[in-house]
Nanobody
C-alpha cells in the first residue's frame, strides 16, 4: 500500500510563492493519478490540481489555473505543488492524494483512496 507524506507548508506573504512536496512509499506509486487538495476551516475539501500517472497530463480548476503547477518525479516517488501569487484565500491545509483512475475521471475527493496527513499553508501579511 502506498503511503503519502506532505511537506513544505509555511507562512507566506500575499503575492509570494511556495512549493509543497509529497513523498510516496510503495511500488504502486507510478500507477496512481495524483491530486492536490486543500481544506480551509469550515469549508469542504477541494481539488486544486492533478497529474496523470506518467506525468504527461495535468489538470487544474479555474481558480488555480495559471498560479499552481503540479509535477511529479516517478523515479524519486515525489509529486510537487508549486504555488505562485498566493492570496489569503489560499490559506488551508493542503493534502496530496492518489487514485487508481485516470486523471480525466472526476476529481471529487471520494475518488481518491490514498491520502497524506496534510500540511498547513497560511497566506498572511
Amino acid at each position: 500500500q502506498v503511503q503519502l507524506l506532505e511537506s513544505g507548508g509555511d507562512l507566506v506573504q500575499p503575492g509570494g510563492s511556495l512549493r509543497l512536496s509529497c513523498a510516496a512509499s510503495g511500488r504502486t506509486f507510478t500507477s496512481l493519478t495524483m491530486g492536490w487538495f486543500r481544506q480551509a476551516p469550515g469549508k469542504e475539501r477541494e481539488f486544486v490540481g492533478g497529474i496523470s500517472a506518467i506525468g504527461r497530463d495535468t489538470y487544474y480548476p479555474e481558480f488555480t489555473r495559471g498560479r499552481f503547477t503540479v509535477s511529479r518525479d516517478n523515479g524519486a516517488n515525489l509529486v510537487d505543488l508549486q504555488m505562485t501569487n498566493l492570496k489569503p484565500e489560499d490559506t488551508a491545509i493542503y493534502y496530496c492524494a492518489g487514485k487508481f483512475l485516470p486523471l480525466a475521471t472526476s476529481n471529487r475527493p471520494e475518488n481518491y483512496k490514498i491520502w497524506g496527513q496534510g500540511t498547513q499553508v497560511t497566506v498572511s501579511a
